[in-house]
């Protein structure tokens, strides 16, 4: 069980980063951006959060990163 909890935190670990990534860039650049890594974490935290979803056998969670997918 404690498997699943590590994976939840490094799923909002990743949507963290994210987000601090992108304003850390836009502060350097002077403007908004929206670099690669940004995408990288994402998809990385949606998977994770999926797998939690998936191990905790929540459909909200599972349903949610689906529809987030398309």
């Given amino acids: 069980m404690t498997i699943v909890y590590i994976i939840g935190f490094l799923a909002q670990i990743f949507f963290s980063a994210r987000i601090l990534v992108?304003?850390?860039?836009?502060?350097?650049?002077?403007?908004?951006?929206?670099?690669?890594?940004?995408?990288?974490?994402?998809i990385a935290g949606s998977y994770l959060l999926f797998i939690y979803g998936?191990?905790?056998?929540?459909?909200?969670?599972?349903?949610?990163?689906?529809i987030s997918y398309y």
């Fill in 22 to 42: 992108q304003w850390i860039l836009s502060e350097k650049a002077k403007e908004i951006v929206s670099p690669s890594i940004f995408w990288v974490l994402s």
């Fill in 54 to 66: 998936w191990c905790r056998d929540d459909f909200s969670i599972i349903l949610g990163q689906i």
